[in-house]
């Protein structure tokens, strides 16, 4: 069915930017809940923060029961210095929206502006999710979907914005998407001592080290090559003076992978170096994984929905297939619940310098790519209305 609806570009761009300037982090999002609770009234629907606070959803057709689609934006920003030189910098000293979810905020509150004016032409509801806590520590995704947010949902979509893609281009990739993401901490405890006395203390940076370079040869010797894997430690401290043996040792890493089992073996070895490289040394470990990622399933069928849909919008030859990513996306907890897919919009534009990618301080996008993901969003809502697959 075709249906005419508009595109507010410009309210898009003013929301994106006052967002922008005020970022928040992980679960404390007051200010960023606040707009999008107040654009939520101003256009008439209801919002709830049923699912946790700062965790804020809408429906458009809340009476019509016979079928939701879901569209989920993430809300919160990255503990950055933005070193961009723009008129809505981040007026919060190390904060920053370097990862595009000021964008995702404004352009599902633009969609959700777009289908509410057509709204009694829409044979079915809408759920719009915004969701705290993307980036972590914990998940709001996965929060969100324990207390029930998928539970009225029949089908779910996303988006996220892509410096590698040109501006106002989608991608999608159908299938394994993005992968998993564990995070892990391993901590050493052993005594200290005065560095000329070694002999009446446990060093836990030896510790540390041995289990350092045992992880890096278990990754080498014991797993496939060939298998799709990540395993980074990326933080590594102890110690406070030259002259003193260090009682404490910790470090940080990242496991990525499409397998289940792969991340499980790669987590238990990771547990059982740490664990031998303490009792070597004489002291003690604890390994503990405080955040778990499922990695991102785009449904086949929906992906292929969705590229129509957006070929709809952009045209046949702005819309591809995608390549899968290592990084994470906890969108992926939706869609182990419902079918669903996240589409990737392209935001580069070498001429307005909108080519870093994202988690880096000079993350820019380019914002007239912004009103394509939003009627993309209400071009699929139109195109299933009537159900998925559509009737």
Same mark, same amino acid.
């Given at each position: 069915m075709t249906l005419k609806y508009n595109i507010d570009s410009d309210y898009i761009?003013?929301?994106?930017?006052?967002?922008?300037?005020?970022?928040?982090?992980?679960?404390?999002?007051?200010?960023?809940?606040?707009?999008?609770?107040?654009?939520?009234?101003?256009?008439?629907?209801?919002w709830s923060e049923e699912c946790g606070e700062c965790s804020v959803t809408g429906v458009i057709n809340p009476e019509k029961k016979g079928f939701t689609i879901g569209i989920r934006a993430d809300m919160d920003a990255l503990p950055v210095d933005e070193l961009n030189d723009l008129e809505y910098k981040s007026k919060i000293p190390g904060k920053m929206h370097a990862c595009g979810h000021d964008a995702h905020t404004a352009m599902l509150l633009g969609a959700a502006k777009a289908l509410n004016e057509i709204r009694d032409q829409l044979n079915c509801r809408v759920k719009l999710i915004f969701?705290?806590?993307?980036?972590?520590?914990?998940?709001?995704?996965?929060?969100?979907?324990?207390r029930g947010v998928m539970d009225d949902v029949d089908v779910v979509i996303a988006l996220h914005v892509d410096n590698f893609l040109e501006a106002g281009n989608i991608g999608i990739c159908s299938g394994n998407a993005m992968a998993s993401a564990r995070r892990f901490t391993v901590d050493f405890y052993g005594k200290?001592?005065?560095?000329?006395?070694?002999?009446?203390?446990?060093?836990?940076?030896?510790?540390?080290?041995?289990?350092?370079?045992?992880?890096?040869q278990m990754l080498v010797t014991e797993i496939d090559p060939f298998a799709e894997k990540i395993c980074?430690?990326?933080?590594?401290?102890?110690?406070?003076?030259?002259?003193?043996?260090?009682?404490?040792?910790?470090?940080?890493?990242?496991?990525?992978?499409?397998?289940?089992?792969?991340?499980?073996?790669?987590?238990?070895?990771?547990c059982t170096i740490a664990q031998n490289a %303490?009792?070597? #040394?004489? &002291?003690?470990?604890? /390994?503990? *994984?405080?955040?778990?990622? @499922?990695?991102?399933?785009?449904?086949?069928?929906?992906?292929?929905?969705?590229?129509?849909? %957006?070929?709809? #919008?952009? &045209?046949?030859?702005? /819309?591809? *297939?995608?390549?899968?990513? @290592?990084?994470?996306?906890?969108?992926?907890?939706?869609?182990?619940?419902k079918?669903?897919?996240?589409?990737?919009?392209?935001?580069?534009?070498?001429?307005?310098?909108?080519?870093?990618?994202?988690?880096?301080?000079?993350?820019?996008?380019?914002?007239e790519a912004l009103k394509t993901g939003s009627a993309v969003?209400?071009?699929?809502?139109?195109?299933?209305?009537?159900?998925y697959p559509p009737r």
């Open positions: 761009i003013r929301i994106r930017r006052e967002i922008h300037e005020y970022p928040e982090l992980g679960w404390n999002l007051p200010k960023t809940s606040a707009v999008v609770k107040r654009e939520l009234e101003a256009m008439g629907i209801a969701q705290p806590c993307e980036e972590g520590p914990g998940s709001g995704g996965e929060l969100m979907v324990q200290t001592t005065h560095g000329t006395l070694p002999q009446n203390g446990v060093n836990a940076l030896a510790m540390a080290v041995r289990a350092y370079t045992g992880i890096n980074t430690i990326g933080s590594f401290h102890s110690g406070f003076a030259a002259n003193v043996l260090p009682d404490h040792a910790v470090f940080d890493g990242t496991i990525r992978t499409y397998d289940k089992e792969l991340d499980q073996y790669i987590f238990s070895r990771i %303490a009792e070597e #040394v004489g &002291g003690t470990c604890k /390994v503990t *994984s405080p955040r778990f990622t @499922m990695h991102l399933y785009n449904d086949p069928g929906v992906s292929e929905e969705l590229m129509k849909s %957006a070929s709809k #919008v952009v &045209g046949d030859d702005r /819309v591809a *297939s995608f390549g899968k990513k @290592m990084s994470s996306e906890d969108f992926s907890f939706y869609t182990a619940k079918p669903g897919a996240l589409f990737r919009l392209g935001t580069r534009n070498e001429e307005k310098g909108c080519v870093t990618p994202a988690h880096t301080n000079t993350f820019m996008i380019d914002e969003f209400v071009q699929f809502v139109i195109d299933h209305m009537n159900g």
